[in-house]
């Protein structure tokens, strides 16, 4: 079922930009503060994001964007010896409102897809009823929504804040969710 729905994103991403009358992309970067709830200890700090971009217009107060964005989501687990740090691959579809036709603000809701991959290097602090080796990696896939506020502060730079909701399992169907605000700076080609 996930390849299909990654097949049917291709597609809608390949298929966009050739039917759009208005079409860019660009690069974004920034930085994450991510809220992790879970049963473990957990240290929340900052981390960054970085990827691509890109919009098609949808009339004059519509737009729909779809990002690319590798995400160190700062989240640091610690109990006894051992530390889990945390990274990810996200995939936000966006679409996005402008109040007013200047096209500067826009208010942008939407959800997320996406890879997470967790190294652990000592697993026997954290579960220590289950055998596992001195080092282990553990991936899940994440679904969450967002909402957020983009100001154009020109024509080429962009600032983005929001707040993703982020769900997904983990060791052994653990349900784990994180909150993450997220600020970034872009710039279109």
Not at 108 to 129: A, E, H
Not at 140 to 150: D, E, I, R, Y
Not at 153 to 164: D, E, G, I, K, V
Request: with cysteine; hydrophobic share 40%; aromatic share 16%.
């Amino acid at each position: 079922m996930k390849k299909y729905c990654l097949l049917a994103l291709a597609a809608l991403a390949l298929a966009s930009p050739a039917q759009a009358r208005w079409f860019d992309w660009g690069i974004k970067a920034g930085g994450n503060y991510s809220f992790y709830q879970s049963g473990s200890s957990v240290r929340n700090k900052a981390g960054l994001n970085a990827g691509v971009f890109a919009d098609t217009r949808m009339g004059r107060r519509f737009d729909f964007s779809m990002e690319f964005l590798y995400s160190r989501e700062g989240r640091f687990f610690s109990s006894g010896s051992g530390q889990l740090a945390s990274n990810s691959v996200h995939v936000p579809l966006l679409l996005r409102y402008y109040p007013s036709t200047s096209g500067k603000v826009s208010i942008d809701f939407g959800g997320l897809m996406g890879i997470n991959w967790m190294k652990m290097d000592d697993p026997g602090s954290f579960f220590p009823n289950d055998h596992y080796g001195d080092e282990h990696t553990f991936t899940s896939f994440a679904l969450g929504p967002l909402v957020g506020v983009t100001w154009n502060f020109s024509q080429r730079m962009l600032l983005s804040a929001r707040y993703n909701l982020i769900y997904m399992e983990n060791f052994d169907n653990d349900r784990w969710r994180t909150n993450t605000l997220q600020l970034s700076v872009g710039y279109r080609f």
